[in-house]
């Protein structure tokens, strides 16, 4: 666990601008000799959309693999949405997972009620669209963070992911046409 060069300021300076002030924030931990993770809240960046953005999982750069932070749209299931964030990125840091564009993690027995009322059953990680492309990328005097895009997707998506890879995936949602905020859209496949 790193927070060399001051991550942490460099990424909430940098949500702040394209985001706004956070509305909420919410406090999770590993245990109490992990670094916490918060998840901020942000109002008005999406229409009828709350964002969800990691803070703190920068400090994991050296299991995650990059200074990075991830942002979370989503229409509804916002009183949970945070903690299935933090959670990803906890189950990520355990099992040593390189946090980047194309990677998915199930959200199993955690979100039982969540995957009932809303079929989502896992988180896709990708970069980030419908922001300004220097969004993404996150400068700390001479060295580069990132942020990336976490979506909900249903089971049958996740397999299809696993059985396709990312850029066939993507390119589905694409054709597909689905809005990947929305928490209650039928799955795409």
């Known amino acids: 666990m790193t927070n060399n060069l001051n991550w942490g300021e460099a990424f909430y300076d940098h949500l702040l601008k394209y985001l706004g002030n ?6 999770f931990r590993q245990s109490e000799a992990e670094p916490l993770i918060q998840v901020l809240e942000f109002d008005n960046v999406f229409p009828r959309c ?12 050296d299991v995650l693999g990059v200074p990075a932070e991830v942002i979370l749209p989503c229409d509804n299931g916002w009183e949970v949405a945070g903690g299935l964030l933090a959670n990803a990125l906890f189950y990520m840091m355990q099992h040593r997972m390189a946090l980047g564009a194309g990677v998915a993690v199930g959200l199993g027995p955690i979100a039982s009620e969540f995957a ?4 989502k059953t896992a988180i896709y990680f990708t970069s980030p669209f419908g922001l300004p492309a220097e969004f ?3 400068r ?5 963070g990132r942020v990336y895009l976490a979506l909900f997707i249903s089971q049958a998506e996740f397999d299809y992911f696993c ?4 850029g066939e995936f993507e390119s589905h949602l694409q054709k597909a046409r689905v809005d990947p905020y929305e928490i ?4 795409s496949i």
């Open 163 to 166: 059985d396709r890879g990312a």
């Open 22 to 27: 956070p509305v909420k924030r919410a406090v």
């Open 140 to 144: 700390n005097n001479d060295h580069a």
């Open 50 to 61: 709350k964002v969800f953005c990691s803070f703190g999982a920068s400090n994991y750069s």
């Open 116 to 119: 009932r009322k809303f079929g």
């Open 136 to 138: 993404s990328i996150v």
């Open 184 to 187: 209650s859209r039928h799955s």
